[in-house]
Each structure stands twice: as C-alpha cells, then as structure tokens.
C-alpha cells in the first residue's frame, strides 16, 4: 500500500500495492494514473491506479499479469508498459499491442505515434492506427530515469541527464545544473524535471525546474524531492519516496 497524503488540505490516498517508475497525465483532465503490481494469490498482478485530483476517488483498472512499470494515456485508451516487455491497451480489457526485448521503461503519445523505451534505453515506436512498429531505432545512452514526454517535436527523456531523441533517432543531451534528472512531464508547453541535486547555486537542495522548447531552463522550485511528476492542465503534481503528493501551479 502507497500512501499519497495531499498538501494544502487534500485528504490522503491509499493506492493498493508497489508503484512503478512513470505516472502519467492527459492535458485538462483532472487524472492521474499509476502504474502498480501486487502479489494476489502466489501470482504478480498488474494494475494501473486512476486518481481524481479533484475528488480524491481512486479506481483501480486491470492491466493483466506481471510488474505494471509505466503507463501513459493516448486519446480514450490507457496504455501500460510491463517488466515482460509488452505494452498493453487497457480499455475495455488488457490486450497486447506492442513487444519490446526488454522490460518497458518508459512510455509516451504524440501525434498518434507511441514511443516505447526498453530498460536497455532503445526507443521503439508504433503508429497507433496501423499498428506499425519501427523497433530500435536508436539506444538513449547512460542510466534511465522515470519518465520521458514529448514536447517540440522531440522525446525528452530523464537519465543521468536531460536527452531529447527526434523521430530518425537523433540525440542531443541538454545541459542542467545540478545531479541526474529523475522525472520528466510536460506541462504548460514545459518540460518538468525533478532532481536531488539543483546545484551548488540551489545549495544542492531536491526540486524542480521547468525547460523550455529549446532546452533552456525558465523556472526552478526547491522542494522535497518528488519521485514523480505529472500534469493536469494548470498544475504540477510530484510524488515524493515517502508518498506524498504536491501540486504547484504550472505557470
């Protein structure tokens, strides 16, 4: 049991079993999903978590066998990535819709196109109308971090530090200051990032910073260091390893 208690007067949430690495968001829906596992009669079954930000109800969606380690919402479906390498389409029941060699690190949705991040760091993408996939087509180098999210025409991907990877499997690392970059969303036509360390001009304290389209850094938060970051339309929600739950406005 992971327990997300709320800031500024949110009642506190119970989400049933282990969280995997990347929580997801849709633009102006006050949603967040999480992917999570749990043992349930000797057998490992995979769930994602929908919580209303808003209500607080929170409404488990089954996601079939295995460790459930990311999740991401493309239109009316809820994808899920898996520690046996498949992406799953939840809705109305789990059905296998891509197959990656490796567990799923990280999963995101732009322009009907799913890109798919194994554990070994090769990126994969599948157009979601033909169910065409172009596997491997480039290795993100270096230590993964939980999440990646799409943002002018290019992946942005959490690691050891800031990479963007384009559509023919072009790299480019973005500098930040500071240590590896946990998390990443986008927000506000922002990408989000979490990070233990800002930096010796932060005092190396835990926090946020907010990047622009073209890598620059626009805004910076001190705060406990949240595992996860996600977005509903004009706020931020982070997740810290104790479990609790913040949201900043993301203007």
Request: hydrophobic residues 45%; glycine residues 14%.
């Amino acid at each position: 049991m992971t327990r997300l208690a709320g800031t500024g007067g949110a009642r506190a949430l119970d989400v049933p079993g282990t969280l995997g690495t990347q929580i997801a968001s849709a633009p102006g829906r006050s949603r967040i999903w999480l992917p999570t596992w749990h043992q349930e009669g000797g057998a490992v079954v995979a769930t994602a978590i929908e919580v209303n930000t808003r209500s607080g109800r929170v409404t488990s969606i089954a996601a079939g066998d295995g460790l459930a380690l990311a999740v991401v919402r493309a239109g009316s479906q809820l994808l899920v990535g898996t520690g046996d390498g498949d992406v799953r389409a939840l809705l109305p029941s789990p059905t296998p819709v891509l197959r990656l060699a490796a567990p799923v690190r990280m999963l995101a949705v732009a322009q009907n196109t799913l890109w798919a991040i194994d554990s070994a760091g090769r990126v994969s993408l599948m157009d979601l109308r033909t169910q065409v996939a172009h596997p491997d087509i480039v290795r993100v180098p270096g230590t993964l971090g939980a999440g990646a999210a799409f943002l002018g025409g290019r992946l942005w991907v959490s690691g050891a530090s800031l990479v963007t990877v384009d559509s023919h499997g072009s790299l480019q690392t973005i500098r930040v200051a500071g240590g590896p970059v946990s998390a990443v969303a986008r927000c506000a036509g922002r990408i989000w990032t979490t990070q233990k360390d800002l930096g010796a001009r932060y005092g190396n304290a835990p926090g946020l910073r907010a990047v622009d389209a073209d890598g620059e850094v626009v805004r910076t938060i001190r705060a406990p260091f949240p595992g996860y970051v996600a977005c509903t339309g004009r706020y931020v929600w982070t997740a810290t390893a104790d479990g609790r739950l913040y949201k900043l406005a993301a203007g």
